[in-house]
Structures are given as structure tokens and as C-alpha cells.
């Protein structure tokens, strides 16, 4: 099936510093990717549309010049938390929708823990 | 908002069939339902969608009612390692539309 890859899985950083995610659908191409935001024991939350060659858009509440979202080519988009605070600490998860003959499902990469300290 | 809602938690002997439900009583008629589970950790992953047909597949068969309303995930032989959250999901079927997550049901 489609894959979704994410990366890293896993990172920390100091607060005030900038940590960047990558988002990159293997074998397919991928117009739209969402990304997700997941607190202990809570559902994930949608964060932002990304979209290939223009601006994401943003859910309510969530600041954009803190997330940095980037979507340059049909098989990569990255996030960037700029300023990290350790309330910025979080599971974020990031999706692509299948096209044509792989089914239009949601495909997810496989999470990246940020921990800021 | 999501537009389901489902049971926090379930139990399940394993062995045994899981059924788990899903009420979507304000699904529109292009809406299909999506299910996923998120294995603790790791990225949701998907299991099944319908429009308003049953549908089986190698991992789990999906029944929907008649009026829509409704629908219940079967897991035919759960086994530990379906222990995840389910989440039911109403959606679109257009490519780019967005999944709204809620609170799932711990299995």
C-alpha cells in the first residue's frame, strides 16, 4: 500500500530553537497533506492543510508564523515549529490522500515526538 | 467538530469477535464512513470505508445501517494486537478532504 514516511520520529530541543518535520509520500504524489497534532491521551487534531505550490491553511487557534508549513513538490511537505516552548512539546502526525487507483484514503507517516526542554 | 460518536472504551476476549460501534446520525448522503485505529505511538491506520454498502476486507468487515446512521466495526478474531484506539470517521470521498478525528473508542 501507500506509505507516508515522517522524520524524524522522534526529537528534542531547547526551547527558543527551531525544530523542523518532514513529511514525504514515497509512491505517490500527494497535492494535499494534513497535519496533526496529538496530546497524551487525546484525539489528534487537525493543524493545517498543506497544499503543493501555495499557502496552507490554518484550523482556528493555531498560529502560522509558529508553524511554519512548506509543501514545495507533490511528495514533500515540512512543518517547522519556530520558537519552541516546552508547551509546544506534542505527538504531530502528518497525512497525504491517496489518488486513482490507490484509493482515496488518508495515509499516515508514522509520527514525530517533539519534546521541548 | 466530529460528526460521530462512539463508546470510550470496549472490552474483548481474545479469540472472539469485536464489535464496535459508531453512531454518524447527520452524515450526508456523498459522506462515506472511514474507519482507522491508532496503535499507541504511531500513526492512525486505516482499516475500512463504506458508503452505504457492507464491506469486508482482510482486516475487518464494516456493516451500515439502512438510514446511515449507524455502523459497526467488526474485528472477526481479535487478537492483542488490535488493542488500539478505533476512531469512526465521516469524510467525503473527493481526494482532498480532511479527516476530523474524535474521541474513538479504546479497544
Known amino acids: 500500500g501507500a506509505v507516508v514516511s515522517q522524520h524524524p520520529s522522534w526529537v528534542i530541543c531547547k526551547s527558543g530553537t527551531s525544530v523542523k518535520i518532514e513529511c514525504r509520500s514515497l509512491?505517490?504524489?500527494?497535492?494535499?497533506m494534513f497535519w496533526y497534532r496529538q496530546f497524551p491521551k487525546q484525539s489528534l487534531m487537525l493543524m493545517a492543510t498543506s497544499n503543493e505550490g501555495s499557502k496552507a491553511t490554518y484550523e482556528q487557534g493555531v498560529e502560522k508564523d509558529k508553524f511554519l508549513i512548506n509543501h514545495a513538490s507533490l511528495t514533500l511537505s515540512t512543518l517547522t515549529v519556530t520558537s519552541a516552548h516546552p508547551e509546544d512539546s506534542s505527538f504531530y502526525i502528518c497525512s497525504a490522500n491517496g489518488q486513482g487507483a490507490i484509493g482515496t484514503e488518508a495515509f499516515f507517516g508514522q509520527g514525530t515526538r517533539l519534546t521541548v526542554v | 467538530d466530529a460528526k460521530t460518536t462512539q463508546p470510550p472504551s470496549m472490552d474483548c476476549a481474545e479469540g472472539r469477535a469485536a464489535n464496535l460501534p459508531c453512531n454518524h446520525s447527520?452524515?450526508?448522503?456523498?459522506?462515506?464512513v472511514y474507519w482507522y485505529r491508532q496503535i499507541h505511538s504511531q500513526g492512525p491506520q486505516y482499516i475500512i470505508h463504506g458508503l452505504k454498502n457492507n464491506e469486508t476486507n482482510e482486516m475487518a468487515s464494516l456493516i451500515i445501517t439502512e438510514d446511515r446512521k449507524s455502523s459497526t466495526l467488526i474485528l472477526p478474531h481479535a487478537t492483542l494486537r488490535d488493542t488500539a484506539v478505533y476512531y469512526c470517521i465521516v469524510r467525503g470521498n473527493f481526494g482532498n478532504e480532511k479527516l476530523t478525528f474524535g474521541t474513538g473508542t479504546r479497544l
Open positions: 447527520t452524515i450526508s448522503g456523498n459522506e462515506y
Open positions: 509512491d505517490f504524489q500527494a497535492t494535499t
